[in-house]
């Protein structure tokens, strides 16, 4: 899903200049994450601890033999695939500050991030926190991947303001051929994060994936449909974004839902993605630089939202597989998906408002005027993406 699927999917959106930058963050994220998450971020995620958040009862995995299981499955199994999620969620924000922020601030405001927002979500609704305890919907990271990571790209993007160039010179994607062999990578790997998400080779995971991919068509055929009509030609750019906008929306209701309210969650993902992509950047000149809060943010908010809806029993062939324990209806259920909305989407903006202002004041956040017209290959890592051919 990281690599290669969004480093590729992101790198080749961006500028030759700065292609390079962008593998190099999702792949130093990726090693990065992997480290932490062993050390503590999976005990405090998912350790024993309370309400708000885990224990050090799995510090560097102790206590966890060949043998340990975590519910049906080894525990080092249920660890490393959890990793996949801490890992992909903080590279996920690198498109809302691509092309302009120091590669020493993205280590730096990561791994901050992922002990103050990531763990703590993480726990509140996946690791027998409260958001869970109350009947939360959220099968495979609605709130968890991707609410935070888009809250925290839209924060990013307005404190480091935009692009020198943004809405005057052409910032154009450099390579779509490498981003739709990305966006491949992800739709494929999708199965796994959603299918894997039921911890089991069952009816549940293989519902999960078929859900995920009548969204992610659906999205993509939608976004597809609307650019078709607004600008009269449709692009691969369109469609890809649309799969993705798809992905991210059905990923919270995936274990609860059933084909045909999967086909509504897609197309509504197509829809409200697409018009909150073109609202963020031509009516408020937000520089969300991939598009992180618009596809996946708002993706995230509409589809935890959804799951309230098309879980319901009693929509006919809309209708999914049943409320969470101790709820009964509807209202009962929305009521609950939206205070895991709101409580994610504050609780995200205020604490990443936060880390970036201490990173900004330690280190400095943005490279320079100068710095950032030669890009960020040359002055961050000496490199070039492609040779130049005398």
Same mark, same amino acid.
């Given at each position: 899903?990281?690599?290669?699927?969004?480093?590729?999917? &992101?790198?080749?959106?961006?500028?030759?200049? %700065?292609?390079?930058?962008?593998?190099?963050?999702?792949?130093?994220?990726?090693?990065?994450?992997?480290?932490?998450?062993?050390?503590?971020?999976?005990?405090?995620?998912?350790?024993?601890? %309370?309400?708000?958040?885990?224990?050090?009862?799995?510090?560097?995995?102790?206590?966890?033999?060949?043998?340990?299981?975590?519910?049906?499955?080894?525990?080092?199994?249920?660890?490393?695939?959890?990793?996949?999620?801490?890992?992909?969620?903080?590279?996920?924000?690198?498109?809302?500050?691509?092309?302009?922020?120091?590669?020493?601030?993205?280590?730096?405001?990561?791994?901050?991030?992922?002990?103050?927002?990531?763990?703590?979500?993480?726990?509140?609704?996946?690791?027998?926190?409260?958001?869970?305890?109350?009947?939360?919907?959220?099968?495979?990271?609605?709130?968890?991947?991707?609410?935070?990571?888009?809250?925290?790209?839209?924060?990013?993007?307005?404190?480091m303001g935009p692009r020198r160039g943004f809405g005057t010179a052409s910032m154009m994607p450099h390579n779509m051929t490498m981003t739709i062999a990305g966006a491949g990578m992800l739709w494929v790997g999708w199965f796994g994060f959603n299918g894997g998400s039921a911890l089991a080779a069952d009816g549940s995971a293989s519902m999960a994936m078929l859900v995920t991919h009548i969204s992610a068509a659906t999205g993509a055929m939608t976004w597809l449909v609307r650019e078709w009509i607004k600008f009269g030609k449709p692009s691969a750019l369109g469609a890809v974004t649309g799969m993705v906008a798809g992905l991210g929306t059905i990923t919270p209701a995936s274990g609860f839902v059933g084909p045909a309210g999967a086909l509504v969650i897609g197309l509504?993902?197509?829809?409200?993605?697409?018009?909150?992509?073109?609202?963020?950047?031509?009516?408020?000149?937000?520089?969300?630089?991939?598009?992180?809060?618009?596809?996946?943010?708002?993706?995230?908010?509409?589809?935890?939202?959804?799951?309230?809806?098309?879980?319901?029993?009693?929509?006919?062939?809309?209708?999914?597989?049943?409320?969470?324990?101790?709820?009964?209806?509807?209202?009962?259920?929305?009521?609950?998906?939206?205070?895991?909305?709101?409580?994610? !989407?504050?609780?995200?903006?205020?604490?990443?408002?936060?880390?970036?202002?201490?990173?900004?004041?330690?280190?400095?956040?943005? !490279? %320079?005027?100068?710095?950032?017209?030669?890009?960020?290959?040359?002055?961050?890592?000496?490199?070039?993406? &492609? %040779?130049?051919?005398?």
């Amino acid at each position: 899903m990281t690599l290669p699927g969004l480093a590729m999917f &992101y790198g080749g959106l961006v500028r030759t200049k %700065n292609v390079l930058s962008v593998l190099m963050q999702c792949f130093a994220i990726a090693g990065m994450v992997s480290i932490l998450w062993l050390i503590a971020g999976y005990s405090l995620a998912f350790g024993e601890g %309370n309400a708000w958040i885990g224990d050090f009862s799995r510090i560097l995995m102790s206590g966890v033999g060949k043998e340990t299981l975590s519910g049906d499955i080894p525990e080092s199994l249920f660890m490393l695939f959890q990793m996949t999620f801490a890992i992909i969620t903080p590279a996920l924000i690198v498109g809302g500050f691509a092309e302009r922020m120091r590669f020493s601030a993205m280590l730096l405001f990561s791994a901050i991030w992922l002990f103050l927002v990531y763990v703590p979500i993480t726990h509140w609704v996946w690791g027998g926190g409260w958001l869970g305890s109350m009947g939360l919907y959220d099968f495979a990271g609605g709130t968890v991947v991707h609410i935070t990571a888009g809250v925290a790209a839209l924060v990013a993007a307005m404190v480091m303001g935009p692009r020198r160039g943004f809405g005057t010179a052409s910032m154009m994607p450099h390579n779509m051929t490498m981003t739709i062999a990305g966006a491949g990578m992800l739709w494929v790997g999708w199965f796994g994060f959603n299918g894997g998400s039921a911890l089991a080779a069952d009816g549940s995971a293989s519902m999960a994936m078929l859900v995920t991919h009548i969204s992610a068509a659906t999205g993509a055929m939608t976004w597809l449909v609307r650019e078709w009509i607004k600008f009269g030609k449709p692009s691969a750019l369109g469609a890809v974004t649309g799969m993705v906008a798809g992905l991210g929306t059905i990923t919270p209701a995936s274990g609860f839902v059933g084909p045909a309210g999967a086909l509504v969650i897609g197309l509504l993902a197509g829809i409200i993605c697409f018009s909150a992509t073109n609202y963020l950047k031509q009516v408020l000149k937000i520089d969300d630089s991939l598009d992180v809060f618009p596809v996946h943010g708002i993706g995230g908010i509409l589809g935890t939202l959804l799951a309230g809806v098309f879980s319901s029993t009693s929509l006919g062939i809309f209708s999914g597989y049943g409320f969470a324990d101790g709820i009964t209806s509807m209202g009962g259920q929305l009521w609950v998906q939206f205070i895991g909305v709101v409580v994610t !989407v504050v609780f995200t903006a205020v604490v990443t408002l936060g880390i970036l202002k201490l990173v900004d004041a330690l280190i400095g956040l943005r !490279v %320079n005027k100068e710095e950032e017209i030669e890009g960020l290959d040359i002055v961050l890592h000496e490199e070039r993406g &492609y %040779n130049e051919i005398s």
